[in-house]
């Protein structure tokens, strides 16, 4: 089945159906936008066309109403975007905090989420490594006792307590 990417459907070409895909995004994600309530993994793919899945667990959005909310909005603001994103596999989860959000904080994180994605998979070099960003993810190497009260580090040097 063609999908058309000028329509703006939500048809079956355009949702991640099968644990196989969800596992192949979770697996290798390269390319990932977060804010505090969300988290989009996502890794492209072969297709003329960007596909979402969403994880709205019941252990971070407890009411059935607030995770179908999510899901809607979710789909809705993918739906509206989904001819100007990169051909991209999405997977959206919901962390804690997220049933509290109303729906036009929820379509305004949203929308950037998917401006964030989509500039980040078309320029994979700007895309930060680590937890902290830079290099190394902003941890200091570990650091070991020495005799005489002195901490020598893995780098070589020695400081004082």
Known sequence: MQCSRSDFAFAKPLRLLNAAHYRAVFDSAPVRAAQPQFLILARPNELPHPRLGLVIAKKHVRNATDRNRIKRIARETFRLRQNELFPLDAVVLARAG???????????IFNKLWRKLDQRARNPQTQQSGPRGGKGGGK??????????KV???SGGENNP
């Open 140 to 149: 200091r190497p570990p650091r070991r006792k020495t005799a005489g009260n």
């Open 152 to 154: 020598k580090t893995d």
């Open 98 to 108: 997220a049933g509290e959000l109303d729906n036009a904080a929820l379509a305004k």
